[in-house]
Each structure stands twice: as C-alpha cells, then as structure tokens.
C-alpha cells in the first residue's frame, strides 16, 4: 500500500491517509468515491503514562488513542449558528439582570407622570402578580424537594431568619424612625413578605448556594399563605385594622394556586413549559416594573412631600436583612455559600405581593408606598453585595 503521511505540530498530530486508487487500502477503504478523507486526530499522552499503538505500517511511542471523524464542511458551516430559542432566552437574561435599572425607571415614570398608569387597574394586578408566581411555579421540580431534603439545618435556618428577621426590623424601625400609620403598615407589611424570585438571580452571581436559594424562595413563599396574614396582623395591628382573613384568602389566590399550577406543568406538560419559559423571566421584570410604578404613582404628590423618610426606612430594613441574615447564619454555624444566600434571601423581599396586598386591603394608598420602593432598594443592595461577594473569589466550603 501506498500512503503519504503529514504530521501536524504538537500536542496534536493529524494523519491524513490518502490510499492510492490502484492498491485500495483494506483497512481504510472508500466505498464512494466522493465520499471526504477519513482523518484521524492523534493526541500524544503525558510522558507519566506512556503507551504504544503498534500497527503494521507505524510505530509510535509515548501515544494516546488514534481518534478518528469524517470532516464535513456543513457541520463546520453550522458552528456558532443561535437558534430563535437561544437568543430569546439571552434577551431575557440581559433583561432579568438589569432588573434594578427597569423598576427604578417604573418608579420614577409613576412619581414625574402619574398619568402613565392610570390603565392599571387592581383586577389587572392579582392577574400579572399571578403570572410571576406561575413562572416561578414552572422552575420547580422534584429535584428541589430532594435538595431540601439533603440540607435540612439550612433551610430550617433560613426559614426561621425570613420570618423573624424582616419583620422584627421593619416594627423597631418604624418605631424608632416614628412612622405615620400608613408607611409603618407597609413596612411591616413587606418585612411580613416571602423572600423574592429576583434573590435566585443574585444568589448565582454573588457564589452562593443556588440550590438553596430555590429551595429557600419555594418554602418562604408557600409558607406565606399562612406567615404573611399571621405575622402582619400581629405586628401592624396596632397601627390599621388589618383583615386577617382577607390577607389569607388572597396570598391563596395570587402565591399558592399559580405556584401548585406552575409546578404541575412543569411535571406533566414539559413540552409547554419549555416553550414559553424564556419568555417568562423579561415578563416578570416588566410587571414588576409596571406595579412598582402604579403604587407610586397613586401616592406621588405625597412621596415627593415625605419621601425621605419612607426611603430611609425601607434602606434600613433591607441592610437589616442582607446584615443580619449573614451574620446570625454564620453564627448558626453554616458554610459561607449557604450563609450568603440566606442573607440574599432574607434581605430580597417579593414586594410587589406587598404592593398588591396593600392597594386591595388597605384603604389608604400610601401603605403601597414602602412596599413599592423596597423593589428597587433590594434590588440594588442585592445587586451591589452579589457584586463585592462575586469579586472576592470562590468561597471556601465546609465539608
């Protein structure tokens, strides 16, 4: 048989063999004369674990396995090609994480021109906050039962920091800062909220216990249905008359339901929610954006009167939350992944349930106020702690 041989530089040689047409080659035979040239991708191993390929025709020391492929120019063509999909799902997450700069931009549109929201009506609210806790509903699966399963002191520990931490600081605060009735009844009344689906975004970019943090968000939020009522009426009762049952009836309606629904398709109609999934995060920003916007464009001549003081508040209890949540989870004895993220989540809040809850139960419109700015003040807390945490490197885990 006659071949050539061409030897590529290392650490990878490319043999190409070329049978002439008059000694077809019995190993390496062509059936078609179109057909490409067989190439085989030689990859030397390291001299620590030397081997030998022997063959009847070379000798080579010092080898790994001789891999072989069919070049073809249409799958080289096709590198790099995105489908419709993949670019939908990257517009989201480009969207997903500038979700501070979107609610801010909500927030300041409702207090320079109220007007733009007027077409927001309260039965279209429960319907988008509905819409964001489907999608949520739709990331979960069994997996995160399991998870939850395996880590049981750490969701214990976060669960118990959620509903202790935020609205103990929201009541202090709003009797150290002497609150009006209606801003301390919507502080307490996000500081009574579940953590946020924005904290699992945060939570990945700042090194921390992704894992968890869903399994934190899932647990925090199903829980609300009881917690939030609960925790609101005891806590703001002093300040409003708070309808306990009412608060109840409604946390079922726009958390529990969508969330048990989303779940649901997600077990048994994966072909559905795989396809309207990308599309399901940049929704949830923008309703965000627009009930953030409502509930201050409702109060705007008020806020731009008192707004100091609301804001102060809502910063205080949020370094609160991110500061306490770390700190008592280290001292609780957990790794600094879990530790970060159980400050996340205790420090992000699902404010726009607050927003909702506040316009359909209480009667003053205010009381919307501090749940609305607490959307973008942790949002960029959140984002600003991911950013330090990302910086400092990999943390360290305790086995």
């Known amino acids: 048989m006659q071949a050539s041989i061409t030897f590529s530089p290392l650490p990878h040689t490319l043999i190409k063999f070329r049978p002439q047409p008059s000694q077809p080659n019995p190993i390496f035979h062509r059936t078609k004369p179109s ?16 081997s030998t390929l022997k063959s009847p025709l070379i000798r080579f020391s010092n080898s790994g396995p001789l891999r072989c492929g069919i070049s073809s120019n249409s799958e080289s063509a096709n590198v790099g090609e995105r489908s419709l999909r993949q670019w939908v799902e990257l517009t989201g997450e480009v969207i997903s994480t500038a979700f501070p700069l979107w609610v801010t931009i909500g927030c300041v549109l409702g207090l320079v021109r109220p007007s733009s929201f007027n077409w927001v009506t309260p039965k279209l609210s429960i319907v988008g906050l509905s819409v964001i806790m489907l999608g949520m509903g739709m990331t979960l699966t069994l997996d995160d039962l399991r998870s939850a399963l395996s880590m049981p002191k750490e969701v214990f520990s976060g669960f118990f920091l959620q509903y202790s931490v935020m609205p103990l600081s929201a009541f202090f605060i709003s009797k150290l800062l002497n609150l009006p009735s209606h801003y301390a009844a919507g502080l307490i009344l996000v500081g ?26 899932a647990a925090s939020t199903l829980s609300a249905v009881i917690m939030t009522p609960y925790l609101t009426a005891k806590l703001a009762g ?23 629904a989303g779940a649901l398709l997600n077990q048994y109609f994966q072909p559905l929610v795989k396809l309207v999934s990308p599309l399901m995060p940049p929704l949830a920003v923008a309703t965000v954006a627009i009930l953030c916007g409502n509930a201050i464009s409702q109060s ?8 100091r003081q609301v804001i102060l508040a809502v910063c205080l209890l949020h370094a609160s939350g991110f500061f306490f949540g770390y700190v008592l989870a280290r001292i609780l004895g957990l790794d600094v992944p879990s530790s970060r993220t159980i400050s996340i989540e205790v420090g992000m809040q699902n404010s726009v349930l607050g927003v909702v809850l506040a316009a359909k139960h209480f009667g003053d419109p205010l009381t919307t106020v501090p749940c609305a700015v607490s959307s973008v003040c942790h949002s960029i807390f959140g984002s600003i702690l991911a950013g330090m945490w990302r910086r400092s490197g990999p943390p360290e885990i305790k086995d």
């Open 35 to 50: 057909s490409p040239i067989t190439l085989c991708n030689f990859q030397p191993q390291p001299p620590s674990t030397p």
């Open 238 to 260: 002093k300040y409003v008359a708070v309808d306990a049952a009412g608060l109840l009836m409604s946390t079922l309606q726009v958390v529990l339901f969508p969330v048990l």
């Open 192 to 217: 009574c909220c579940p953590g946020g689906t924005a904290s699992n975004i945060v939570t990945y970019l700042a090194r921390g216990n992704v894992a968890l943090s869903v399994v934190m968000t």
């Open 300 to 307: 705007s001549s008020a806020i731009l009167m008192s707004g």
